[in-house]
């Protein structure tokens, strides 16, 4: 079993940052891509920012330069750094993260997710 987990979440002002962190446990031999995702209520579920086993990063238009995703290999952990925040960003926020098990099967695995409000 392989788990994901999200802290980080919460209320900010427009304009504010926030550092989202995602960590990964169980019986893991090693993680690829990872990645963060979002949905807004009655939106679809979005790709917010990509990141490969070598570093490689990926953002759609509506976050590049304001969104930073990082990981660490030997933590197992993925954060988003999250800058200039808007009003729009507002939505649940998920990590999910292509793991190979140590039983060699390879899964996709989903965080619970949290909420990241931008308000005034």
């Known amino acids: 079993q392989v788990q994901l987990v999200e802290s980080g979440g919460g209320l900010v002002q427009p304009g504010g940052s926030l550092r989202l962190s995602c960590a990964a446990t169980?019986?893991?031999?090693?993680?690829?891509?990872m990645s963060w995702y979002r949905q807004a209520p009655e939106k679809r579920r979005e790709l917010v920012a990509k990141i490969t086993s070598d570093g490689t990063t990926n953002y759609p238009d509506s976050v590049k330069g304001r969104f930073t995703i990082s990981r660490d290999n030997a933590e197992k952990t993925v954060h988003l750094r999250m800058n200039s925040l808007k009003p729009e960003d507002t939505a649940v926020y998920y990590c999910?993260?292509?793991?190979?098990?140590?039983?060699?099967?390879?899964?996709?695995?989903w965080g619970q997710g949290t909420q990241v409000t931008v308000s005034s």
């Open positions: 999910n993260a292509d793991i190979t098990r140590t039983d060699y099967y390879r899964v996709n695995a």
């Open positions: 169980g019986s893991i031999l090693s993680i690829n891509e």
